[in-house]
């Protein structure tokens, strides 16, 4: 929930974190800091606000000669974005940056209080780095060793001691990676802040302390030395960059063919197993926000197609909840950043009851990843935008092939190769549909004023509709919501007034009828109908887009450009900063 980086080299630092810096804004960004290490004196600028704002304070400040730093992006949680709140946050000799949540931070800063401790701000991270400062005797990997014992929750930190000439890092249940570059090492949340300076990397699993100088890194876990592997990343410096998009979540729009066409071709190529659960009696879909809509898209794929019996529950409620698991279950568990709290717990929690899992995920170095029993790569390439689109439309792709081959293996299938060739093929329908992005636009211009919105559908366009509401309100701050369209008139409809926007999707063939008349209901009470359907003999009342009509496993995927297009412009028409939206950060890792 908030980005981290950390630089120790040849260079002065400040370049580098504030590279690194820009790159994670995707994680929090309503604070941010830097600290740098002279001789013998540690320097701490913060910001309110963006990073480009503490930019400007470093520009204005005399800076002391480094080469060790650590920097923060902030996503509030304990306290409200302010100053003296930004990381990072110096106790004693220790300073440090903090991503996660010490949940047991109120107990521990009582208990510091009481020996005199004197805390400026409302953060568990001042407490964490008092803490370690209580434990730290010249030791570094000592002390921390000792401290992270005492803390609950989760937590990535870089952190700089004052008499030390050395970058410290560690991680438990948040992401963290070590950057290994020439005559310089690097700490980041995620690999996309550093690729600029290298693409060699290094995973810390939870509670290995790591220790880097200009051209050493030493990993430790309980205080021993431990051997890490060096791995490579394939991720480009473009992904990381928006190029000549006004926007990344346009970019990564755009970006939805290829990423689909990569996937699905790979896959289409060569079955692997984890696309078939009809092992399976019951299968429960866990996950958080669009992840879980994708996974509601599952749900009914898996349901008509697959006879299979599924159920979908968002990740904060599965976790909590009496589950029974009195048949045959599987958990697939769906996330984009593989980091979201809640899912990683519902994912502990099957395990902990013996469940098998699935993750269908897109960062292949993130704890869900590495922790589920079975995971199948979405391939999405980074997101940075924090609205999530060619992910999205990945995670639903993929429930496509675990439906087809579900249905194949259970010989309800009869026309599996031809699916299969389709599915080959299908980034040109897509193609298509992004060429004609600019109808969009004019939707978006259309919607400029609108203050709510409601999208109906049944069905699988129900599911599907979830989505295209969350992409609307999420990025263009507009109220909006997502119905059955036939729960509509039980209460609903009474808020539909003159002009209101009622985007409705109409796909499945078996119930279009029914959608249509729910259509013409909210016609007849003044509403503006915006229809998108793979049906040209729908009627048109105010606004129809048509998308080519393919086999049903695939058909979900052709509807979400148009919707993820409708938000994003109607965003862009109120000029917002549409990849940072207010109050949001990429992937919630907190709970
Ligand atoms: O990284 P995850 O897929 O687990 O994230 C889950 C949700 O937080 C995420 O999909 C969120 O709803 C998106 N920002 C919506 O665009």
Redesign the pocket.
Known sequence: MCGIVGYVGKNNPIESLIDGLKKLEYRGYDSSGIAIKGNNNIQIIKSTGRIIELEDKIKETKLIKSNLGIAHTRWATHGEANEINAHPHKVGKVTLVHNGIIENARDLKNKLVNEGIVFRSETDTEVAAAVINAYYKGNPIQAITKAIKQLKGSFAFGLIFEDQDKLYAVRKDSPLIVGIGEDENFIASDIAAIIKYTDKYMLLDDNEVVELSKNEVNVYKDGEKIDKKVETSNISIEDANKGSYKHFMLKEIMEEPIVLQRTLNKYLKKPSKLFDVSDYEEIHIV?????LYAGMVGRVLLEEKANIRCITECASEYRYKKVIYDRKTLVIL???????AD?IAAMRKAHEEGIDTLAIVNVTTSTIAREAKNSIFIEAGPEIA???TK??LLQVAMFSLIALNTAKSKELEKNYEKIVDEGKHISKYLNKILKDKDIFKEVGKELKNCKDAFYIGRGIDYAICKEGS??LK?VSYTHSDAYEAGELKHGTISLIEDDMPVIAVITDEKIKDKTESNVIEVEARAAKIFTITNDDSIKNHHFKYVVEKISDYFQPILIVPPLQLIGYYTADSRNLDIDKPRN?A???TVE
């Open positions: 996950a958080c926000g669009s992840a769906v996330s984009q950043s593989g980091e979201t899912t924090v609205a999530t992910a999205y969350l992409k999420e949001l990429k992937s919630v």
